[in-house]
């Protein structure tokens, strides 16, 4: 197949979140696995410096019949994968991403919608005609509206499918309804099953009707996006697609998350020989100026500080497992409520805690494989990466059972019943006292059942959530959105 895969941010060039990681993970994939893939982004102003060849020194952007945009098309390449850099300094020239650091930038509707319909022109300017065009998140959403009705006239693209992932159902593009002939919406499509949302545009929910097929990043988040009190406000749109929403969980790239070959670590282990894993704990601790001690446990945490990732319950939490006498590392940027907050537990508890606010690559896998238990207390996770990626590093995730994290970590049984295939600790409730609880357990299994801890461990260690898998489900999909495109399904 040809595809044409639209993201707002790749892996290696520029991340803010797991739709990074996917973004590069899974067109490396699909290029392996012999398809001919083409990612298009922004070129943000950090991209800009890297100073990457100019492919097309303009390409004209029609986002509506009577208004022209123009860009300058930039190429690099990530795995073997094509990357084209759509350069519009106005949109894409900014210090932020989404937002100026307070709130997202109120054009953020039009600079996505300029990147999704570039993204077509530039596969007709290329002459790179899609089978099927990936869509990723509100950001690109609107693409498969563009397919479906700025495009219908036009045989380029008369059998090219689409599909929608859904990577974070709480964030939509909605902007003013004023904005529709910006952005080329018709009258007719500003309903209430398409992008019509209480008067204003929702690029999301919209996508979503305008798709062929559409996914969620794990099974158990598809489901709950179906359900009235988990669905974001869009359980009904969510439902209307029926059987063309379905849920593919995200793989790891265990070429760049193994422990034994991480060039990050100053120490290499597996499953067979955990004294590495000793070793990057005592070298984390003193980096960090913690006191130096493997019998201490360490729990970590590397997250967006969000309400979304349950920081309201964990800060609180921690003020009750610190006096306990572990360790804590976080690393992660977000809200500045919380950064202080975690910055008050850091100057409390000196010898216990440190919190680095921001976000380190080479860092993030030097604490996943320092900690011990690695703390993920989601109000919902879509799919989650770091519990994947902690189970290798043989720190055993404490997540909230929700979403992703209920497909991929095996939770222990209160009676331990499932003892032999656990490899984590779970709670249900949305509260800091089940957390809390959770904690403490984790705790007293280190210290009274260490045989518990390392059977849990090396179960942990032994799994695997790889991207051949998730790619073999992606390829159906596709297959499935190109027959429906074609009225053959």
């Not at 803010?16 to 290029?31: E, H, M, Y």
């Not at 530039?122 to 498969?144: E, G, K, M, Y």
């Not at 422990?259 to 990057?280: R, S």
């Not at 003020?319 to 409520?337: K, R, T």
Request: proline share 4%; glycine share 8%.
């Amino acid at each position: 197949m040809n595809i044409l895969f639209l993201s707002s941010e790749v892996q290696g060039l520029l991340k803010t979140g797991g739709l990074a990681d996917v973004a590069r993970a899974l067109p490396k994939q699909l290029k392996q696995s012999g398809h001919d893939i083409r990612v298009v982004m922004p070129c943000y102003r950090s991209l800009l410096g890297k100073n990457f060849p100019v492919v097309l020194p303009t390409l004209i952007v029609p986002l509506t019949p009577t208004d022209n945009y123009y860009c300058t098309v930039r190429q690099t390449t990530l795995d073997d994968v094509p990357v084209y850099l759509i350069e519009h300094n106005h949109f894409f020239g900014r210090h932020g991403i989404y937002d100026d650091g307070e709130q997202g930038y109120h054009d953020n509707a039009l600079r996505f919608a300029f990147l999704s319909k570039a993204a077509l022109e530039l596969s007709r300017a290329l002459d790179f005609q899609p089978d099927l065009v990936q869509a990723n998140d509100w950001q690109t959403a609107i693409a498969s509206y563009y397919l479906k009705h700025h495009y219908s006239y036009d045989d380029f693209f008369a059998n090219t499918g689409s599909v929608l992932t859904v990577h974070n159902g709480s964030y939509q593009g909605k902007c003013s309804g004023d904005l529709r002939y910006a952005l080329g919406i018709a009258p007719e499509h500003m309903q209430a099953q398409a992008f019509e949302d209480w008067g204003q545009i929702n690029l999301l929910k919209g996508g979503l009707y305008f798709t062929d097929k559409a996914n969620a990043v794990s099974p158990g988040y598809r489901e709950e996006l179906r359900q009235e009190s988990t669905g974001h406000g869009l359980h009904m749109a969510f439902t209307a697609k029926g059987e063309d929403l379905v849920g593919i969980l995200n793989g790891c790239d265990y070429g760049e998350w193994n422990p034994a070959t991480d060039p990050a670590l100053p120490f290499h282990y597996d499953a067979d020989n955990l004294t590495g894993k000793k070793q990057v704990k005592l070298a984390l601790q003193q980096e960090l100026g913690l006191t130096s001690d493997a019998n201490l446990p360490l729990f970590a945490n590397i997250s967006r500080l969000t309400g979304q990732k349950g920081f309201q319950m964990l800060v609180p939490a921690l003020y009750d497992l610190v006096n306990q006498g572990v360790q804590v590392v976080l690393l992660g940027s977000g809200e500045l409520s919380y950064a202080l907050q975690l910055q008050e537990i850091a100057r409390r508890f000196p010898d216990n805690v440190r919190f680095i606010y921001g976000y380190d690559e080479a860092l993030s896998h030097r604490i996943e494989a320092a900690s011990d238990f690695f703390m993920m207390p989601s109000v919902f996770e879509p799919c989650g990466l770091n519990q994947i990626y902690s189970l290798r590093y043989g720190s055993l995730p404490i997540v909230r059972a929700t979403g992703g994290l209920i497909d991929t970590v095996e939770a222990l049984a209160v009676d331990e019943s499932n003892k032999d295939k656990a490899t984590g600790l779970s709670f249900e409730g949305f509260n800091f006292h089940d957390l809390a609880w959770t904690l403490k357990r984790a705790e007293w299994i280190w210290y009274n059942n260490p045989e518990l801890y390392l059977q849990m461990q090396q179960q942990a260690m032994a799994q695997s959530f790889t991207w051949q898998s998730a790619c073999e489900q992606y390829q159906q999909l596709y297959k499935a959105a190109i027959l429906k495109a074609c009225g053959l399904a």
